[in-house]
């Protein structure tokens, strides 16, 4: 069984940085996409940022310029750098495999972000 384990959370001021890492054990990391979600308190689960096999990145609007996805398949790890942050960005951060749109993997415990002053 796939499991995923995010990391790199944490409490940031705004305009801050934050780098989040994801780990997946198993095979499909590198044979599917891979994407980073968030939650917001009272918030539906959202895609922030999704990234090919081949390394091609696609972004949410709302992140579009401050974020970068990343991964490295040798490492069955994929980054979320996070930068310009906003108080907006609070939210638990996930990372799964995506196919057809939809995440394949049941989800990890995920990361805590909160960017407040």
């Known amino acids: 069984q796939v499991q995923l384990v995010e990391s790199g959370g944490g409490l940031v001021q705004p305009g801050g940085s934050l780098r989040l890492s994801c780990a997946a054990s198993?095979?499909?990391?590198?044979?599917?996409?891979m994407g980073w979600y968030r939650q917001a308190p009272g918030k539906q689960r959202e895609l922030v940022a999704i990234i090919t096999t081949g390394g091609l990145p696609n972004y949410a609007d709302s992140v579009k310029g401050r974020f970068t996805i990343s991964r490295d398949n040798a490492k069955n790890t994929v980054y979320l750098q996070m930068d310009s942050l906003k108080p907006e960005d609070t939210a638990v951060y996930f990372c799964?495999?995506?196919?057809?749109?939809?995440?394949?993997?049941?989800w990890g415990q995920g990361t805590q972000v909160i960017v407040s002053s």
């Open positions: 198993g095979s499909v990391f590198s044979t599917n996409a």
């Open positions: 799964n495999a995506v196919v057809g749109g939809l995440a394949l993997l049941h």
